[in-house]
């Protein structure tokens, strides 16, 4: 505690000594990690986090109460400013005593940890449903990141547990979260596993992609509607978001009160699932002269499913040479487990207005999908998805689909929106024929710039439906959910035999991508 009292008072008083004001400038996050002992308020932080999380689900709202039995490893990052990537900036600062330093521009601090926790109690259970649950909730493996900004506040930015056996780590099973997907879906039993049986009826996959435009105001409506959105149909499995920001001074909303868009999504898609998430800040924006007004923005991932992995690339980034490439970007990878297409790797990002940078950004992006999907435990299938700002016709976006070649190399990607299968649009005309996403905040949307893609061994058909969604209110006075549309798929099991086709040609149904 003394830590953050020490650094709050420093920075709350601090007005510029010299050097150029630094308002307005957006730059990388960078971080020194050290292996730590963890403090007992983040030790609390964590333990009320899960607890609460988890007793407003109702879905497992019968566990009783965890606690912490043993932390296998744990880091601390303290997160500085940098406007070049490479070094921390550095201003000088006079506190209220008037002694003055010249010290890292500091934005906070985050902890890493490696946690096994247990059941206080065995639960009562009445079904045989809670009872497979129980079981599989008495012994859990989490990893989590928590934030600390410089006012001492945490937020929780990546969260993702697996049951545990009784003496060594096991990899998520569907025997071991059969129950768990059961009431996570809604249905009264766990879904099939054996081929043997009923594959077409088991759900379809959900995988939804939305850039939510950031805390722009009124993010608390925003928040309502965007969720709201995303909550028609089936509850989504995966979810990737961009331009999740933490805002120093941004709105306190949700039962912590906290000013980190991770915590408002997962409050309110909490009535349709226990979500693991992930969050990796990519850039940071300073947003006055004393540096005490800041934001920190990364591309989110959230599922329901069991995560085997997690990893993230920094993209390369040409500024100042090139104007356009001024913010840093990232692409966050997530192996999950799914019935319907095995062990997928699920990439997320939010490219650059540079389309010199965004073209060297998705060569990176291709070779990166490579090395995930060859690393041991990897997944043989990609779906990569974001806000990519280039239109289809962008040398980088064909590069993606193997129609351009950059560096003697062509990747090769499809675009979901192009497969066979029902393409819809909440809104009719053109954009529906085109598929547009942007600018939802004009009277006419203009292109097409979010995208969902895949490769690997995967039949063509799987990708049923492919939804645009997220059209503003009728109303002329509300804003729309963001200024992206959204986008959703459903995937059907890779075994799904369609009981009708009118393609004559096979090489036109199925493709090995």
């Known amino acids: 505690m003394t830590y953050w009292v020490t650094l709050l008072l420093l920075l709350a008083a ?6 150029k004001p630094v308002k307005g400038s957006w730059g990388n996050v960078l971080g020194t990690e050290e292996h730590v002992e963890v403090p007992e308020s983040v030790k609390e932080f964590v333990m009320e986090s899960i607890n609460e999380h988890w007793a407003r689900d ?3 709202s019968h566990i009783s109460q965890m606690e912490l039995k043993e932390i296998i490893s744990s880091t601390r990052q303290v997160m500085t400013f940098s406007k070049d990537g490479k070094k921390p900036l550095k201003l000088k600062m006079r ?6 330093s010249t010290d890292p521009l500091l934005l906070g601090v985050r902890y890493d940890l490696n946690i096994i926790i247990e059941q206080l109690a065995e639960p009562p259970a009445t079904t045989d449903i809670e009872k497979e649950a129980s079981k599989a909730f008495k012994k859990t493996k989490h990893h989590i990141t928590i934030q600390g900004d410089r006012e001492g506040l945490f937020s929780m930015v990546l969260h993702t547990w697996q049951p545990v056996g009784s003496s060594t780590w096991e990899t998520p099973t569907y025997s071991q979260w ?10 009264a039993e766990p879904p099939v596993h054996n081929k043997s049986n009923a594959i077409n009826n088991l759900l379809p996959l959900r995988i939804v992609c939305y850039n939510i435009w950031n805390f722009n105001n009124p993010w608390s409506r925003r928040l309502e509607l965007l969720t709201r959105k995303i909550k028609e149909g089936p509850p989504p499995d995966i979810i990737a978001f961009q331009e999740v920001r933490y805002d120093n001074a941004g709105d306190q909303l949700g039962p ?10 997962l409050w309110r898609m909490e009535s349709v ?8 800040p990519a850039m940071s924006y300073i947003q006055d002269d004393r540096a005490l007004a800041f934001q920190t923005e990364g591309p989110a991932i959230f599922t329901r499913l069991p995560v085997t992995r997690v990893e993230a690339l920094q993209l390369t980034r040409f500024w100042p040479e090139d104007s356009g490439d001024e913010h840093q970007r990232l692409c966050l990878s997530a192996t999950v487990e799914t019935e319907q297409l095995g062990k997928v790797n699920v990439l997320t990002s939010h490219l650059t207005l540079s389309d010199d940078a965004r073209l060297n950004n998705a060569y990176e992006i291709c070779q990166f999908a490579r090395e995930m999907e060859n690393k041991e435990g990897g997944g043989k299938v990609t779906v990569f998805m974001g806000d990519l700002n280039m239109i289809p016709s962008d040398n980088a976006m064909k590069y993606l689909l193997g129609e351009y070649e950059y560096k003697g190399d062509r990747c090769d990607f499809k675009d979901v929106w192009l497969l066979p299968g029902k393409r819809t649009h909440e809104l009719d005309g053109e954009a529906g024929e085109e598929g547009l996403t942007f600018n939802n905040l004009n009277a006419k949307l ?6 969902v893609l895949v490769r690997g061994a995967v039949d063509m058909n ?4 492919m939804e645009v969604i997220g059209a503003k209110s009728k109303s002329p006075d509300e804003l729309p959910p963001s200024d992206h549309m959204g986008l959703s798929v459903l995937v059907n099991h890779k075994d799904f035999k369609h009981e009708t086709s009118t393609a004559t040609d096979d090489s036109n149904t199925k493709d090995e991508l």
């Open 14 to 19: 601090a007005v510029p000594a010299g050097g």
């Open 58 to 60: 109702r879905r497992v």
């Open 95 to 100: 506190s209220w005593d008037g002694e003055t």
């Open 178 to 187: 059969s129950p768990l997907l059961s009431l996570w879906f809604g249905i």
């Open 256 to 265: 912590e009160h906290t000013r980190h868009q991770v915590d408002h999504l």
């Open 273 to 280: 699932g226990l979500y693991q998430v992930i969050w990796i």
């Open 446 to 451: 203009e292109k097409r710039i979010d995208f």
């Open 462 to 465: 799987s990708f049923e439906l």
